[in-house]
């Protein structure tokens, strides 16, 4: 693939992010034709889940998510005990990860956003549940909109 067509697909994540779905959905939904998804809406509510951190429970960046998700279909493995298959695919993820935190500092949501000091972050499974309302502010404070495309480009350019 090359640096146009990468470009195009991480501008669709973030206008998908910018018209107000979570970092998740837009990284895999702007990818996910790649490996036989074409039902865009199928793709979105696949990647739902994550936004938010997983559940906005602030926990692992959901742009990561939707990266790690692109992974599975690339590399996953559907056969039970396929121990190279996940090998490959754990391989994969761990680069991916490692590419992202080399970036911005961490895979968690909460230190991303500026929550939580990074290396600091515990799980808290009592978070409000309401997503925030998309407003110009929101776009304005948050680093998603940015992290989205960068996670598209960190996945596709190691494809």
Do not use: W
């Not at 991480?10 to 036989?36: I, M, P, Y």
């Amino acid at each position: 693939m090359n640096e146009l067509e990468i470009e195009q697909r991480a501008q669709r994540a973030q206008e998908l992010f910018k018209q107000g779905f979570n970092c998740s959905q837009a990284v895999f939904a702007s990818c996910a034709d790649l490996f036989g998804i074409n039902d865009e809406a199928l793709a979105l509510r696949l990647a739902a889940s994550f936004g938010g951190g997983i559940g906005r429970m602030r926990m692992v960046c959901g742009a990561a998510s939707g990266m790690f998700m692109l992974a599975g279909l690339e590399k996953g493995s559907a056969t039970p005990h396929d121990n190279e298959g996940k090998m490959a695919n754990y391989v994969r993820v761990q680069q991916l990860a490692a590419d992202f935190k080399a970036k911005y500092g961490s895979l968690i949501c909460a230190e991303l956003l500026g929550l939580a000091p990074k290396g600091q972050c515990e799980a808290k499974l009592d978070l409000d549940p309401r997503p925030a309302e998309r407003t110009p502010e929101y776009y304005e404070k948050r680093p998603c909109g940015e992290m989205v495309g960068e996670a598209v480009r960190i996945y596709l350019r190691n494809l």
